[in-house]
């Protein structure tokens, strides 16, 4: 398509801010749009994010709580509308699409595209993206981890029109709709993101009549051409060099076990950055495979983290070259299954942190908690005018120990900053389901001089249900989050289930689809913190003990895993004491062991975690070594896999 641009000269300054400031204005008010309007308790979460495109397709501006990982995509779904349905826009049409192969995210996130006109001139596109709750295919929400195509995960929505010159298409929504399991919910989203699209036209079209086309347009360039301009400022001041790490997958679920490599290396030259995923493991058979756009955004959201100052626009990516072999885990082709992307976009996005942190040490972090989903579908027996129940639900958790700071609790994953953490009366409201437990997680930090944040623990009951089956969608059960600069890792992921009547908890891990669930049922599980930053026995021994006091840390672990010797006083008044003179003695003991602990028969941690001598922390904190947390039984691989980085990360920093 040839870019519709008028001559007019270089905007002004003061006309380049308002413009700028404007268009971001605009996508922010799009969202106010979709959270007033939207159906399904999903999007009203901030499972969505919005953007205004110029004329190409590139992304102008992006709001200021869209999440993460849609940042990279936008501008690939506009651009396949375009290809699509070039020569044949007219005002008023609104198109839709969801396709990962075309450079987007999963099934689930929905965009609507509407072309904008200023009179009979296209001047850009407005987008907005939301997470519907199901898409159809095998089991309720469209996340079966089993699935190993794209036939089981849901409707793939290649390019279509959803209004046509203002018209609703309802055959085609209502097409849509009817394969999903909510539709009266699509359709009220549908019109709701509908909508937000039209906000931004209409705000577009108030600027275009007060600065005119022309310098509205220039204004949609130059902030491109801007935010370009400082990122290769910065990366022209870096030295050049490159850095290599590695993250991984937890498995592989039609193979044996050993953890599933994802391998970076990231080379500045210049004013230009490439990050090259060579080496990294060829697709698996699960869902939890990434297209090229879906790592693409993964690379854009993870270097983001370290500009934080800039707006984000297509000026952003000009400057990025990715390089992803094919059929490989991060760059995988129809129709291979990818709705599990999410593992590993936050896998390359904390492998990004690793990287830069060696580059700006002052802004340096720690792994991050890797984002999960509990899904659950069925009839729900209270309400015989909403039948089926869809019941989808993330919990927030600890970011990574920082250099100076530690971690951040409490909070929504790396994958989707902008999502709301979930209120357990709006669940509870929708969902036949009832909270009984929901608080921080003790002793789920990662231990460093600066601690992760610390995760939650969540145990709910399943109410008046029938026909009801579970997903749960996680990682980091046994690729478990890790510190640096000599810290410590923080806890396993995993779901336990007690059924209605049983005093027994099952362990279910963090990977299972159509689960059968019944009413009474109750299911827990915890969030991972952060990992740690730097040797936990250099943390000082009063921020330990402010932990204990506070319930992140337990008096047990902060002796096993800080060498801090804390007598309680009295619990009820918050009053404990620090044994100075136990706890120097203490540190210099894990000072004389804690290597051997780190390279000790794997076979004899698992056989003493068997007996009971140690736990799940003791076995990864301090002998790195991987179980099958049930039966305590050794994975020798994916062991040798972790302890190769707890070497590197944790061990080489100890004095």
């Known amino acids: 398509m040839t870019k519709l641009i008028e001559t007019s000269p270089g905007l002004d300054p003061v006309t380049f801010e308002v413009l700028k400031n404007s268009f971001i ?10 959270l007033r309007t939207c159906y399904s308790f999903v999007i009203y979460n901030r499972d969505f994010s919005n953007a205004l495109h110029d004329a190409d397709g590139n992304s102008v501006a992006q709001g200021n709580y869209d999440i993460a990982v849609h940042v990279g995509t936008l501008h690939n779904t506009c651009k396949e509308v375009i290809r699509v349905f070039e020569g044949d826009m007219a005002p008023g049409d609104v198109y839709a699409i969801n396709d990962p192969y075309a450079g987007g995210t999963h099934f689930s996130d929905v965009r609507l595209v509407r072309p904008i006109f200023d009179e009979d001139k296209l001047i850009g596109f407005s987008q907005s993206n939301g997470h519907w709750s199901d898409l159809g295919g095998s089991v309720p929400g469209s996340f079966d981890v089993t699935a190993r195509d794209m036939f089981r995960e849901g409707l ?34 549908i019109h709701s993101q509908a909508q937000a699209t039209q906000a931004a036209e209409r705000e577009l079209l108030r600027l275009v009549k007060k600065y005119g086309r022309g310098q509205v347009m220039r204004g949609m360039e130059e902030v491109q051409d801007y935010v370009e301009r400082a990122v290769r400022k910065r990366l022209a001041e870096l030295p050049d060099g490159t850095w290599e790490t590695v993250d991984y997958i937890d498995r592989d679920l039609g193979a044996g076990e050993g953890m599933i490599p994802i391998r ?18 060829s697709t ?30 297509s000026g952003f990516y000009r400057m990025i070259e990715v390089t992803a072999p094919k059929n490989s885990v991060v760059s995988a082709e129809w129709p291979v299954a990818v709705t599990g992307f999410l593992m590993p976009f936050e896998k390359i996005m904390n492998a990004i942190f690793e990287m830069w942190s060696k580059i700006m040490p002052e802004r340096a972090i720690a792994c991050a908690f890797n984002l999960e989903y509990l899904l659950a579908g069925g009839r729900d027996a209270r309400k015989p ?63 460093g001089k600066w601690r992760g944040g610390v ?201």
């Open 156 to 189: 793939r929505i290649t390019p279509l029109r959803l209004f046509q010159r203002g018209r609703f298409c309802s055959d085609v929504a209502n097409m849509i709709a009817a394969n999903t399991r909510d539709p009266a919910s699509i359709i009220g989203d």
């Open 25 to 34: 204005t605009t996508v922010d008010q799009m969202a106010e749009q979709m």
């Open 385 to 447: 005018e909403k039948p089926i129940f869809m019941f989808y639900e993330w919990l927030p958790g600890g970011w990574g120990g920082r250099n100076g700071k530690d971690g951040a609790d409490v909070t929504t994953a790396c994958f989707g900053t902008g999502l709301m953490s979930q209120p357990n009366e709006g669940n509870e409201r929708v969902n036949p389901t009832r909270t009984i437990e929901f608080q921080i997680k003790q002793d789920s930090a990662g231990p």
């Open 455 to 655: 995760g939650v623990q969540k145990t709910s009951l399943l109410l008046e249900a029938e026909n009801a089956v579970m997903s749960y969608i996680c990682d980091r059960e046994r690729a478990v989050v890790w510190g640096v600069e000599g810290g410590l890792p923080s806890m396993p992921h995993g779901l336990t289930m007690k059924r209605a009547g049983e005093e027994t908890e099952i362990w279910l891990g963090s990977v299972f689809s159509d689960y059968s669930v019944h009413t009474g049922d109750q299911f827990a599980r915890p969030t991972a913190g952060g990992g740690g930053f730097g040797d936990p026995l250099e943390r000082e021994p009063r921020k330990v003990m402010e932990d204990v006091i506070d319930d992140y840390v337990s008096l047990e672990r902060a002796k096993i895993d800080y060498g801090v010797v804390i007598r309680e006083i009295d619990r009820d008044l918050c009053q404990y004491e620090i044994d100075d003179m136990a706890t120097e003695a203490c540190r210099a003991d894990i000072r004389a062991k804690r290597k051997d602990w780190a390279r000790m028969d794997p076979e004899e941690v698992a056989r003493k975690y068997r007996s009971g001598e140690i736990d799940t922390l003791d076995a990864v904190r301090h002998y790195a070594v991987i179980l099958d947390w049930e039966t305590g039984e050794l994975l020798p691989k994916t062991t040798a896999q972790f302890r190769e980085s707890f070497e590197k990360r944790t061990v080489s920093h100890w004095a």
């Open 284 to 313: 698996i058979a699960s869902m939890y495979n990434s297209a090229p756009g879906a790592t693409f955004s993964a690379v854009v959201a993870g270097m983001k983290t370290f500009f934080p100052d800039l707006p984000l626009n």
């Open 264 to 281: 970076i290396k990231m080379t500045i030259k210049g004013d230009t950055i490439h990050y090259d995923f060579t080496g990294s493991h």
